[in-house]
Structure formats: C-alpha cells, structure tokens
C-alpha cells in the first residue's frame, strides 16, 4: 500500500531525474487520490501517450533503485499489460494508452484536466471519476468494486457520458464494456449500496442489446 | 457520533469550513472529542486552519488537502487583494513558484478576472530579468509592460521596471497591435494601448476594486 504523502514524494522523486519533460495520466487508484476519494492504493497507475515517453519514465525509475518486475505475474497472458517497475512494496503499473482490454479514449483524455505538476518536469493529468468507473468495472476484483461504490456515492456522476463512453469503448474495441459496466451496476444496485437511476440500466441493456444484433448482422 | 468512521470518511462528511461548534453539532459530540477529532484529521493532513477577524478559527477540512503542493491560484490569492475561486485544479508539488513565473501563466489565462487579480503582482516583483525571460519566451513582453502600467496607475508603491524591460518591449513600427483577450479592448486606457500596441481588456470601472487613479 502507498498513501498520498508517499505517492507524492515518490512521483516528485522521480519528476527530479527525469531528463525532459513528461506528461502522463493517472487511473485507478492513484486517480481516485488525486480526486481525494481515496488515502492510498496498492499500485501507481500511470497511462502514457507513448512508448517513447514510457520508457524514459521507467529509466528514470529504474536508475532510483527500482526493479523490473514481471507484470505476466499479475496480469497473465493477457494484451496491453503493463510494464511494471517496484521498490520495496511500492509498485508502478506504466501503461500506454490501451489498458487490458480498456482504451484510455480520446474523450478520456479531454476529461482528465486536473493537472498534478511534479517538480516543473513530470505531468500527471488525472482522469475522470467517470473514466474511472469504466476502467474497474473491467475487472472483477472486490476491490475495484469497493472503488467503483466509493466513487458514484462520493461525486456527482454524469450518467449520460457513462453511457456514451461505455459505447464508446466498445467502437474501440472493448466488446464487454458495456455488458462489465451494466452487469457491475445492476449488481451494486441490487446489493443496496449505490443508487442507479432505472432508466440508465435500461438504456444500457438496450445498448448491449443493439451491439448483440449488429454483431449477429455481421457474422451472417 | 454518528457512526464509526475511518478519517477518510470523517474528512469526507466534514468536508468544507468549518468552526468547533459546527463539528460538535454535526457529529453529536461534546467539544473535546471535535477538538481531538480535528487534531486526528490534522495529522492526516485533511486540515487546514484559518482565522476570522474575531481571532476564531475555521477549519478548512478535505481530502483533497492531504496532497499538499501549491497552484498558481493560491499564489495570486496569497499576494492580491482580488480573489479568484480554484475551477480547474493545477497543482503543483516539489516546488513554490515564483511570483514571475504566477504573473505569466495568469496572463495566458486569457481571463479577465485573473488579469484584473494579477496586476498587483506587480507589487511583488523582485526578480524583472526572470520576468522578462519568461514573457519573452512566451512572446508576451508587450502585453507585460502594457499592464504594468495600468498597475502603476491603480497600485500605490509599485517598484519601477528597470527602463531596459521598456526599451525592449517598445513596439516598432512593422508590429501590429495584439490582443491580451481576443476581442477585448478598454474605452479608458487607450494611451497605453497606443503606446505598447497592445488592447487591454480592461476599463476603469473593472478595477473599482483597487483604488482607481485614472486621468
């Protein structure tokens, strides 16, 4: 576990020797800090524009004493992992934009504006609360859940763009987005702990079952 | 007290101003408990403390506070007699900025209310080549003198700008007039306008807030 004053200087340690300037975004649980919705996350996810950028960050960590550590561990055999580096029981999950099976979306990226500046060189934008949600209703992780009633209890959610970037996500691929999203909600629902209003499960069945038909369409 | 809750959710359920008596009433508890309560969130950095005129304290309590870092806008509201209200976060950890640096990056702001906040900054100038440095970088020299001189106008005991900023500022006479805000240009401050070929978005009656000196 990592917690705000940690995260904090660990990022301004790293910002310090980096040799150029970075820009970045920050998911999961480092996001939901940023956000002030959490004190401390197991792991420091970051999302990167490029590999380019990727690399140098993990350079950087690397030369502070970091180890390279196997995400095939955590993740399995599965697309988009991460690179990971470690110190300690502190680790840093380096994305590029795709996440597993997740995109971080242009409309993603315009909605991160939060800016969090380390030591005038490392650029960490957080994203969206929304955003968020969407990344975590991926995975079936207690935890995640445990984010994902934190976050809809504690902020104001737009549930119009959850749905549209739910939508979203499955143009870009991400085929379970929105039957993960709707399945997550329909379950904390029904479990009592968060409030969703009816018509935004309805509507996003019927979105699920639109994408059913239009891929049934396709395969004959 | 309601209920038992971690400090996250206790910073959570307090979360904006906040005075003892308000705590105690909120959370049904006797004052030493929302004095230690206070202390608790403290310690966690969700606190942060102000005084009124009166000399009571007020707490400002939040999650967010726990992240520490500065931003340009606590900086302007730190040095100015006008205040702006935080709407986009743009935090900054590991180092303080400096007044030069808050005076660049509220005039590409390109927002009236941080010009009008701003101009008292330049009370607090120390460092003009640094100054210069960054407008130059920013191709904002022009616009910089220009609402240095409003600030002369309006702010008493502004240190003088070495000439060396105005004589390099000074517009030839191929340069064309900029805008600070597209669009905007002032009905009272034309000479200065004429002088920098530079519209600034602001008339006298935007500074009322400052004691106008216009002639």
Known sequence: ?220 | MKTKMNDLELAEELNGLNTIQMIENSLNVGRAKAIYIIYKLRMKGFVLTEYRSDKTRVYHISPQNALGGTSYIDIINKNSPIKLLAVDVHKIYGREPSIEETLIYAIKRKSVRYIIATLSLFKKIKNWSELYKRAKDNDLVREVVALYDISRLIIPKITRMPKRFKTLATPKKKDKYKFIIQGLDSSDFKNIEKKWKVYIPLNASDLTDYKVEVS
């Open chain 1, 1 to 220: 576990m990592i917690n705000i004053q940690q995260q904090q200087k660990l990022l301004i340690n790293i910002a310090e020797n980096l040799p150029r300037n970075i820009e970045a975004y920050a998911i999961g649980g480092t996001g939901m800090i940023f956000h002030g919705l959490k004190d401390s996350t197991l792991d420091v996810d970051i999302v990167f524009r490029n590999a380019e950028d990727r690399r140098i960050f993990r350079e950087t960590a690397l030369s502070l004493g970091f180890k390279g550590t196997k995400a095939e561990i955590i993740y399995g055999n599965k697309d988009n992992i991460p690179q990971m580096v470690a110190l300690s029981d502190v680790r840093i999950d380096l994305f590029l934009l795709k996440i597993i099976s997740s995109n971080f979306s242009e409309g993603m990226q315009k909605r991160a504006t939060q800016i969090h500046e380390f030591a005038d060189k490392l650029f960490i934008k957080a994203a969206d609360p929304i955003d968020i949600i969407i990344m975590k209703s991926v995975t079936s992780r207690d935890k995640d859940l445990d984010d994902i009633v934190s976050i809809i209890n504690k902020t104001k959610i737009n549930w119009k763009l959850l749905i549209e970037e739910s939508n979203e996500q499955v143009k870009l691929g991400n085929e379970s987005a929105i039957l993960n999203l709707g399945e997550k909600l329909e379950k904390l629902s029904n479990q009592k702990v968060i409030i969703v209003p009816k018509d935004i499960l309805d509507k996003l069945w019927k979105l699920l079952n639109k994408q059913v038909k239009a891929k049934g369409k396709k395969k004959k």
